[in-house]
């Protein structure tokens, strides 16, 4: 248990970033599957058109905190790979 004041406030602080950096995180993977069900469907305009949104919300979740570098670029580029492939 917490003793000092400092303990405590960071108690707080980080139930207050888990919060924010879960809805982070859920976001990033909605986007993510929308990307995916537009490759299962096979549409190749709407896929293209998820990826563009997919990319951004990647590489803030990086300068966030929420993903690793190398994390984002993996799967951003499985991403790349599978709408280049849609005939």
Known sequence: MANTPQAKKRIRRNA???IVNGNRVGRIRTF????ESALASGDKTAATAALAQVQPELMRGVAKGV????????KFS???KAVAALA
């Open 67 to 74: 993903y690793h570098k190398n994390t984002a670029s993996r």
């Open 32 to 35: 993510v599957k929308k990307c």
């Open 78 to 80: 499985r991403l790349t």
């Open 16 to 18: 207050a970033r888990t």
